[in-house]
């Protein structure tokens, strides 16, 4: 069973910083795509940063500049480097990952449980 375990979450002031961390374990063959969606109260989930297995990042132009996505494929773990932090970064962020059980079968969505970020003084 496949499972996306975050960790890194917590409180910071404005203009700090804060890294998470998810791991994929479980028995899979790739893992191409994973990457941070983040949910805040009474808005809808956004993408915020993602990196394909093959180096490739996307991110939201609210982060830019501040938010530095990362991959070790070799851990099949992805690390988001939050820094600058702002009061409107306050979200849940969800880690996902786009999986294929096995060589040939599609790929599909996993997600993490959810790891809290707040950013207040």
């Known amino acids: 069973q496949v499972q996306l375990v975050e960790s890194g979450g917590g409180l910071v002031q404005p203009g700090g910083s804060l890294r998470l961390s998810c791991a994929a374990s479980?028995?899979?063959?790739?893992?191409?795509?994973m990457g941070w969606y983040r949910q805040a109260p009474g808005k809808q989930r956004e993408l915020v940063a993602a990196a394909t297995i093959g180096g490739d990042t996307y991110y939201v132009d609210s982060v830019k500049g501040r938010f530095t996505i990362s991959r070790d494929n070799a851990k099949n773990t992805v690390y988001l480097e939050m820094s600058s932090l702002k009061p409107e970064d306050t979200a849940v962020y969800y880690c996902?990952?786009?999986?294929?059980?096995?060589?040939?079968?599609?790929?599909?969505?996993?997600w993490g449980q959810g790891t809290q970020v707040t950013v207040s003084s």
């Open positions: 996902y990952a786009d999986l294929a059980l096995e060589a040939g079968a599609s790929f599909d969505d996993y």
């Open positions: 479980g028995n899979f063959f790739s893992a191409f795509r």
